[in-house]
């Protein structure tokens, strides 16, 4: 790489050669990653304009922008040795809808610098998970993938990680790798947490909730195409301190063409548990979700398309172990995220004009404020679920836990089923009831308003809200209906 020193002696035609190079790198890159032309949509329904945060960090409440920072140079050890286990396909509505492609096999999903590491891709074979990620007895219960929250959390889509929860009295263990890898990137959130956010009863205390402890994302890169990530690490792991060093709030180390990844073994200490909870997420960029109608609109998150069923990597008895801990009953047990069916109002939708899932066509809404969300409960996928991140109008008092996710009279018509064939559907936005801490899925007694919504065809739904009427009350859309795209 030239230095600011070799810059200044060199001659001006090379240092006009390198500027008419880096523009025309700016200059392909803007001709094909052009914006969309917004569209304005019109309704009742109110996107409210909201700060932009950074859209890698948008899975902790924390805000702010997470800066890149690198210290020591880790010594590079020889890369695991891994065991290879069969691949999975798999898909139906209310099930893994996994599929491996051979044009993902070689995806970068982490835009990682695979070329400048000291070892080779090749070396590296699909990991076996050898180790629980944090002590079995000390959990007290694993959320499935797939949860919806708008209102705090931000997840109005399914999310693409579970929820581990922990002893109330825990807070000094070390959460462990579960395989061998290496640390590929370690991000610091803007804002420390407090160790216990909840009282043993589930009281949120909020910061009188004990000593703050650092809040981390942690990138874990077990093969070329399988990674970990843990969020809401605490305190790292001293071997993994001494490496990168202390990373100031809001900024990032990342492995790249100076830096190694950090190696690591099953079972090894990374980080303590941290806060109340963490989440844990794997990914494969050999498995395409397929429940994704166009899954070129998640590039902001490329990972989440090859999000993958985590106890599959486990064998047993560690894969029964954890399944224990799991609330979810119903298969697949570690929940699902992908709900898209082609010709159907079921699955993921974007208000029209904001484009994609990064909300791309209207920046300034931020990339929650424009998703629609039509799918199934977490823990019980009998359980309708409708999930608004545009500002509704209906009393939230009377649902204080729907948090913008709302039950469904009735649990019908069920939205794999609806098309454009179907005409218009009146569904009757109910309050749900709190059976415990964790779980919240029945619908409850109390009703919010109607949702009316129909399939256009062409990819597209007209939706509108109607707060505190019955669906008998409404004969249909108004001029403040809202148009939402894949």
């Known amino acids: 790489m030239i230095d600011g020193a070799r810059l200044v002696s060199a001659s001006v035609n090379m240092k006009l050669a390198g500027v008419l190079a880096v523009l025309f790198g700016i200059f392909v890159l803007a001709c094909s990653s052009g914006p969309h032309s917004p569209g304005e949509p019109t309704s009742s329904i109110n996107p409210t304009v909201e700060p932009l945060t950074n859209l890698k960090t948008i899975e902790s409440s924390s805000a702010g922008k997470i800066q890149q920072t690198n210290t020591r140079r880790p010594q590079y050890v020889k890369a695991p040795t891994t065991t290879s286990s069969s691949e ?8 893994s809808s996994a599929s491996k492609s051979s044009d993902v096999a070689i995806s970068n999903i982490f835009n990682l610098p695979f070329e400048d590491f000291s070892f080779s891709c090749s070396e590296l074979e699909r990991p076996e998970f050898t180790s629980a990620f944090f002590p079995p007895d000390l959990m007290t219960a694993i959320v499935p993938m797939g949860k919806m929250r708008v209102r705090g959390s931000r997840h109005v889509t399914p999310t693409d990680h579970l929820y581990i ?16 890898g290496f640390i590929v990137k370690i991000e610091r959130f803007p804002n420390d947490l407090p160790l216990n956010q909840a009282d043993e009863s589930g009281r949120w205390l909020g910061d009188a909730g004990g000593p703050m402890v650092p809040d981390y994302r942690m990138i874990i890169m077990h093969s ?57 997420s794997v990914h494969d960029a050999n498995v395409v979700l397929t429940g994704f109608v166009v899954p070129e609109h998640y590039y902001s998150e490329p990972w989440k398309i090859h999000t993958v069923d985590p106890f599959d990597y486990y064998a047993e008895p560690m894969r029964s172990e954890l399944l224990a801990k799991v609330i979810r009953q119903t298969e697949p047990r ?24 990064a909300g791309s066509g209207q920046p300034t809404l931020g990339y929650t404020k ?22 509704t109008g209906l009393n939230e008092d009377l649902c204080g836990i729907c948090g913008g996710v709302y039950g469904v009279r009735g649990n019908q ?25 964790l779980i919240k899925e029945r619908v409850g007694d109390v009703s919010l308003g109607t949702f009316l919504v129909q399939h256009l065809g062409n990819r597209s739904i007209q939706v509108e809200i109607i707060p505190g009427k019955t669906p008998d009350q409404v004969s249909g859309f108004t001029d403040k209906a809202v148009i939402y795209r894949r």
């Open 165 to 180: 929860h922990r002893e109330f009295s825990a807070g000094d263990e070390y959460v462990l790798s579960p395989s061998d």
């Open 370 to 391: 424009g998703h629609l969300a039509i799918a199934y409960g977490h823990i019980d996928p009998t359980q309708l679920r409708i999930s608004i991140g545009a500002d």
């Open 334 to 357: 570690a929940g699902k995220i992908d709900y898209d069916v082609e010709g159907k109002i079921v699955g993921n939708w974007f208000i029209d004009g904001s484009v994609d899932y």
């Open 88 to 95: 999975k396909t798999r898909q139906s509505p209310n099930e």
């Open 224 to 280: 070329c195409s399988v990674f970990t990530i843990f969020i809401h690490l605490g305190e790292l792991a001293p071997a993994v301190h001494e490496t990168v060093g202390d990373i100031p709030l809001g900024q990032s180390w990342s492995a790249n063409e100076e830096y190694d990844p950090i190696p690591v073994k099953a079972g090894e200490s990374i980080g303590k548990f941290g806060s109340q909870s963490f989440d844990w």
């Open 413 to 437: 018509p069920d939205p794999a089923n609806v098309g454009k064939d179907f005409g218009l559907v009146k569904y009757e936005l109910m309050s749900r009831d709190e059976e415990s801490q």
